[in-house]
């Protein structure tokens, strides 16, 4: 995301024009980000004593619903999850948490964090790295390669070679 210099000059002068716009464009089409961005322009309009009557209410799907409120939070929950694996594996294989180098606007690693951008931890590695390694040496050694489904083998110039011997 960029924020132009002027919306910024204009925010730290107190002038908050345009970040409802900006906060606009950042949530799209999710829910939570819609009611979140309503209740900051009922917010904003409250204080500008201009209630725009479409603001008042919450949007459909509101946070209210016991279903929603259950899905959110179950979704929160799976997010949390994926997050600490995600950091668990990034860190054992050295690789920025954040964007695993995929971004060059990451702050962490300006796109730089692919695996071994720094070193491993050890620790991690050896519970989950090292015994995915072993595996697949095994089975490389017994001539049937371990594929994931949806994925094609591809043989190495060095497996084709030891085929052909």
Do not use: K
Not at 107 to 134: D, I, K, M, T, Y
Request: aromatic share 4%; charged share 25%.
């Amino acid at each position: 995301m960029t924020v132009d210099a002027e919306l910024l000059s204009r925010l730290v002068d107190g002038d908050d024009s345009g970040l409802l716009q900006m906060i606009d464009g950042l949530v799209g089409d999710d829910p939570v980000g819609r009611f979140v961005l309503s209740r900051l322009q009922l917010r904003h309009a409250e204080s500008a004593d201009e209630v725009d009557e479409d603001l008042t209410e919450a949007p459909s799907g509101s946070l209210d619903d016991p279903m929603v409120a259950a899905t959110l939070t179950a979704l929160y929950d799976e997010v949390e999850t994926l997050r600490h694996i995600n950091d668990r594996l990034a860190e054992a294989l050295g690789a920025c948490l954040l964007c695993w180098g995929e971004h060059s606007d990451c702050p962490s690693c300006s796109g730089q964090g692919h695996p071994g951008w720094h070193a491993p931890e050890g620790r991690l590695f050896a519970e989950l790295v090292a015994p995915a390694g072993r595996r697949r040496q095994l089975d490389l050694h017994r001539g049937r390669p371990r594929v994931a489904s949806g994925f094609t083998p591809t043989t190495t110039t060095d497996q084709q070679q030891g085929a052909n011997r």
